[in-house]
Each structure stands twice: as structure tokens, then as C-alpha cells.
């Protein structure tokens, strides 16, 4: 099977397990502001240390989100959402979480991050999601995934 056919072939199962409500085809995914830099950059960052390909991604502008997470989370721009085998988690806990599923350095990170107390954490994820438009910028739509990255991305 060629690697385009094989491509498609698993990014088909992957939305057919979707669409049939059976999240547990998919063990964690990102969910990200499609048109925030830093979240774009989050992403990159995820992309390249995720070594095992586990964690997929979706905008929270897409169909995805509207299936998987409730209204309230979907409109609430101002975090990513790491949701794991339906339980989602929000702000710096789904930062730590994320850092947990990536190589032994960064889950010693996640770890050493994960020891600040929640309140101290959350505000300081809280600063920096209040300005990262100002800071990194906003894209004029979602970010496109590279053909190479595209089982990864659910719409």
C-alpha cells in the first residue's frame, strides 16, 4: 500500500471512529486556538518530541471539538485542552499532562511543573493566554498541517 493510500486509509478510521463516538480509537488529543501563534508554536513544539505519535490535534474551531467537548469549552479560546480517553483537562494541567507523554526530560519538566500549587500555575497559564495575541500574534485562519503531519490533525 502506497504511503498517500495507507495516510488516507488511517485518517479515514480514525474520523469513522469518531463519527461512531468511539473516542477510545483515539487516546489523547490536543485541542488548540487554530489562529493563536503561541498555540501554533505549542503545537510545532508537540510535534517534533512526541516520539510514540500519540497525541493527535484538533483546532477548537473544528468538528471535532463540537463533538467531543461541551459548548462552554469549545468557545472558551483562552485554553487548550488536552482530552485523554474522555476526561479533558484545561489551562497548565493539560500543559503538565502534555510534557508527561513526551521524552524523560520533559516529563521530569512536567513533573517539577506539576509541583507549584494549582492556584500559582493556572495564573500564570491565565497571564500569558490574556496576551498571546499581542505577543505571538494572530493567523487570519487555522493552521494547514504538512502532508506529513496530517493523520495527526482531526478536522
Known amino acids: 500500500m502506497s504511503t498517500v493510500a495507507a495516510t488516507l486509509a488511517a485518517s479515514s478510521d480514525l474520523v469513522a471512529a469518531l463519527d461512531n463516538r468511539n473516542e477510545e480509537a483515539v487516546e489523547s488529543i490536543l485541542f488548540f486556538d487554530g489562529v493563536c501563534g ?5 503545537v510545532d513544539f508537540v510535534l ?3 516520539y ?4 493527535k490535534f ?3 474551531q473544528g468538528d471535532t471539538a463540537r463533538r ?3 459548548p462552554a469549552e469549545v468557545e472558551n479560546l483562552n485554553t487548550m ?5 474522555g476526561r479533558s483537562y484545561r489551562k497548565s494541567a493539560a500543559a503538565v499532562r502534555v510534557l508527561w507523554r513526551l521524552s524523560l526530560g520533559w516529563k521530569i519538566l512536567g513533573t517539577l511543573l506539576w509541583l507549584i500549587p494549582l492556584p500559582l500555575r493556572n495564573l ?4 500569558v493566554a490574556r496576551n498571546r495575541y499581542r505577543f505571538f500574534g494572530k493567523k487570519e485562519s487555522c493552521r494547514l498541517p504538512t502532508p506529513a503531519e496530517r493523520l495527526r ?3
Open 81 to 85: 485542552i488536552l482530552w485523554v480517553k
Open 52 to 55: 510514540q505519535q500519540a497525541i
Open 58 to 60: 484538533a483546532p477548537l
Open 124 to 127: 500564570g497559564y491565565t497571564l
Open 153 to 155: 490533525f482531526l478536522p
Open 38 to 42: 503561541l498555540c501554533n508554536k505549542a
Open 48 to 50: 517534533v518530541r512526541d
Open 68 to 70: 467531543l467537548l461541551t
